[in-house]
């Protein structure tokens, strides 16, 4: 198949790209690099199925494809902070050029969504059926609300223009190839224990987050997008853990860091509890996370030691 995947540079997406290019298909890569970078997919340039097309989704585009991964959008807080209404576009009219292409295709198109869309949740675990807590009006919510109302437009194309659509709702996501800058919790923490920095923890520590290692990520997405079902589905692992014990875990698997636990002030809305139900995603795709914690982090610290080296 002629694949377009939209952000294939960033983090997520260029593993994207390498599986889908293994299993024998062409790859249409798409980004502006704003928070993506052409050394994420340097290897990948001179694959004859593999394809870069340095564009920016708010601006319209035209490809030929049998289907399309829409993952173009800063994830991070830091990152989709940087440019609030930059990231706000990105989501309402990234993702409206993107569904014209798939009516005009008529090929399957699979919107990455976000567990933020739950905001700070008043239920855990989350299911697909919550409404989330959102606040409309905070620093957070050019990236959650972008996202609720990407959902939107996903589900408008669908009931008026029949457009084949599935929606992801990704949990953490970590592993190899992740930017040591973008502000995500677990690159800091190893980037931070290489560097023999202290640790950050935003608050107490005791808000918890459920990490999914990048490979299982993705397989979550290829299932989905073969499948039948439209979504929205969570994908993501349910192991919960504290940031607190994250931190610590860290210290323990790096060993030699001088690094120690320093404490700030939580920044508004952070969540306190991530944690998603994966029924839907175990009923409908077959699909639950493989690989644990300590495994992904032991493949994600290597990556980083050898980066600062």
């Known amino acids: 198949m002629k694949i377009l995947i939209l952000g294939g540079s960033g983090f997520i997406g260029n593993h994207l790209c390498r599986r889908l290019l293994n299993e024998g298909n062409k790859i249409i890569c798409l980004d502006n690099n704003f928070t993506g970078s052409l050394s994420n997919i340097q290897d ?3 694959n004859p199925n593999f394809t870069f097309v340095l564009h920016d989704v708010v601006e319209p585009f035209f490809y030929e494809c049998d289907q399309i991964y829409l993952l173009a959008c800063p994830a991070s807080p830091k990152a989709y902070q940087y440019d609030s ?9 990234g993702t409206m050029n993107a569904l014209e292409l798939a009516k005009q295709n008529n090929c399957p198109i699979l919107l990455t969504s976000t567990s933020e869309v739950y905001g700070d949740p008043q239920i855990s675990p989350q299911i697909e059926e919550y409404w989330g807590n959102v606040n409309p009006i905070g620093i957070r919510s ?5 996202k609720r109302l990407a959902e939107t437009l996903m589900m408008e194309y669908h009931r008026n223009h029949k457009v084949d659509i599935r929606i992801a709702r990704i949990f953490n996501t970590y592993g190899p190839l992740m930017d040591k ?13 290489l560097e023999n920095k202290n640790i950050t923890i935003y608050g ?11 490979d299982d990520t993705v397989d979550g997405l290829i299932k989905l997008m073969n499948g039948s079902h439209i979504g929205p589905i969570n994908i993501g692992n349910p192991n919960e853990i504290t940031i607190k014990d994250l931190a610590e875990i860290v210290i323990r698997m790096v060993k030699i ?11 508004q809305d952070d969540p306190q509890k991530r944690k998603p139900d994966i029924e839907k995603a175990n009923r409908y795709l077959g699909w639950s996370p493989k690989i644990n914690l300590l495994e ?6 290597e990556y980083f030691s050898n980066l600062k080296n």
């Open 296 to 301: 992904g982090l032991t493949k994600t610290i």
């Open 85 to 93: 209404i930059k990231t706000i576009k990105t989501s309402i009219f």
């Open 257 to 267: 860091t001088k690094s120690k636990i320093v404490y700030q002030d939580l920044p």
């Open 204 to 214: 107490a520590g005791s808000q918890t987050r459920s990490f999914c290692y990048v």
């Open 44 to 46: 990948l340039i001179t």
């Open 142 to 146: 050019c990236y959650d609300e972008g």
């Open 181 to 193: 800058d973008d502000g995500r919790v677990v690159s800091n923490f190893i980037v931070q224990c």
